[in-house]
C-alpha cells in the first residue's frame, strides 16, 4: 500500500519544479523584462518619446567624451535634452559605444506627413520617421544601438517594479501579498511597459526614486542608522543625476528625518553627528559642494551661462 501511494504522488510534483522554488516577485520582474523588451522590439527605431534626443545626447558623451552645452553648435540635436543630467546617458554609452553608429541620422529621415502642421495629414499617419528595410533584423548601426539601450532601460526600469514590491513589505510587514500586487499593478501597467522599455532617462530615474522611497519607509519603520543614512542619500544622489525632478526627493527625505525625530526624541540627529567627518574635511567638502551647486545651476539655467 505504501508503493502504491508513492508511485500516485509521484506526478503531483508537477512538469515545472522549479516554479514551486521561484519567488513571485521574481516571476513578476521576469515577466515585466519579457513584455517590455516586447514593446522594445515591437516599436519603431526612434518612435518612441524624444527618443531620437536621448540618443544624440549618448552619441555626444561618446564622440566629444565630455558633458553637452546649451550653447554647443551639436545642441539642437538634443533639443530640451541638453540640460538633462548626465547618468542614464552615461550607461547607454558604456553598452553602446562599440557599436558605430555613424549612420545617425542620415539613414533616419523624417516623415514629411507627420501631424500636425503636415499639409493632408490623417489620423493614422504616427511614424515621426520614415523607416526602412535596413532596421530590420540583424540590426546594426544606429538601429542595433537604439535595440542594445533598449535592452539596458528595461532591465534598469525592473528596480522600480523591485523597489515597489520592498517598499510594500515595509508597509505591511506581516503580509507579503499587498506588496506583491503593488509591484503586479505596476508591471502590468501598459505605460510603464512602453516607457520603461524605451531609450530614455525616465526608467532609470523612476527607478531610483522608488529605491529611495522604500529606503525612507525603511529607516521610518527601522530606525535611522549610519549604513541606512549613506544608503538613502546615495539612492537620492543618483535618482538627481539621473532626472532633475528627482530633486523633489529632498523634501521627502526632509519630512522622514522630522518623523524621525518626532518619535525618538534626538537619536537621528546623533546618529548623523556621527558620520559627520573633522572640521578640516568638512570645509573642503562645503567647498567642493558649493562648485558643484554652481555648476548644476549653470547646467540646469542656460541662462546663467
Known sequence: MDVAKKSVAAPTVGAWPWARRLPAIAVILLSFVLWGAFYGLSTPVFEGPDEQWHFSYTQYLIQKQRLP????PDAAAMQQEVT?????YILYALVTAPIDASD???AFPRNRHFPVTAPGWE???KNYFAHSVDESFPWHGAALAVRVGRGLAILLSAFAVLGTYLLG???WPHDRMPALAAALLLAATPTVLYIGGMFSNDGPATALATLALWMMARLIRRGLTPGRAVALGALIGLSIL???SSLLLLARAAGCHVGLVSRGG???VWVLARLAPPARLRRRLASGGRRAVGLAVRAQCPRVR
Open 69 to 72: 552645452s546649451p550653447s554647443d
Open 84 to 88: 538633462q543630467p548626465p547618468l542614464p
Open 104 to 106: 545617425y541620422p542620415a
Open 123 to 125: 489620423a493614422n499617419n
Open 169 to 171: 513589505r515595509e508597509l
Open 242 to 244: 539621473s532626472k532633475a
Open 266 to 268: 534626538r537619536r537621528p
